[in-house]
């Protein structure tokens, strides 16, 4: 029977792509102009390091809903409606009419813990949300766009904040059409605000004159939520799926991880060691200002226990915050510290 059910389910799939409907995490186009991770043969990760471009099947998935919804994409419409001159309602096809924005960037979500592994990187695809707020031509007194969902799930941000060009209304996430879990048709990608901001999917936008609280500020969590700056060993990270005994080879071994600043962007990441003072890592060159930057650092160590502390400054020169915060209400905070185990 689940042989049968599965040939079944194969066989409607092909057809529905066969006949151009919208199929959810089927390879889209993409511009060849846009390439991420740049690559760089003289940076080479350190250990355990997590790739740079976040394979789909491994961005993680967090959801106000038990399961994701099935959307009709043949029947969905995205709508632009409030105080707009000119409401608008696009469906799938329209919206990929319009021009392909392909831009990398890193989304996390405010439950993270520091050091946890609730972040992804790659080439989100959509169309600005700026542009669809310039077709729909804002009336006076537009002062936030809340941004709803198929299941009633609803976010709002001001209306300079949604008019940054970055935002996207995405519609495919690494070359491929977003799956039912990261929000199938549309979801919203901003840029420097956690994931709960981040709508999956889209039913349409509304502009409205007044403040809007969305579903996790009605359960306490911060309305702000920009992304504070933070950074992560993934060499022996056990949050990442990595045991904390590593081997060096002939002495030697490179620490790695990640660190992110929202869209203020890194400058430097620094290492202590068993106390011993902050020391600069390396870190990869900048493909964008708004995703996550790769550090590595040399380190001969001698076998046994040791303690290593990360901590990232942005580039406005501002030092990662040390103090030790829970996820809630403003996202977590403090420096990320394991205690690895070296065998020779």
Known sequence: MGELLRRAQDTALAQEIARGDPVPGVALATSRAVSFPVPDPRFQPGAGTRPEATPLPALYIVASEVRSPNVDATKWRFTVSGLVKTPLSLSYADLRSLDQVDQPSTLTCISNDVGGGLTGTGI????????LLGLSDL???AAMVVMRSVTGYA??????????SRNLVAYAFGGQALTREHGFPARMILPG??????????????????VFAGYWEHRGWDPSIDVRTQSTIDTGNPSLGNADRVRSDNGGLILGGYAFAGTRGVSSVELNIDNAGWQPAVLKEPGSQITWRPWRYAWHPAPGEHVVSVRATDSAGVLQS??????????????????LRVEG
């Open 322 to 339: 040390a103090e030790s915060l829970p996820p809630h209400p403003s996202g977590a905070s403090g420096w990320h510290t394991l205690k």
């Open 139 to 141: 009336a006076d007194g």
């Open 193 to 210: 605000l956690y994931g709960m901001k981040n709508v999956k999917w889209l039913s349409g936008i509304e502009v409205v004159d007044n």
């Open 155 to 164: 976010d709002a941000i001001p209306i300079d904040r949604a008019l940054d």
């Open 124 to 131: 989100w695809s959509g169309v600005p949300l700026r542009t």
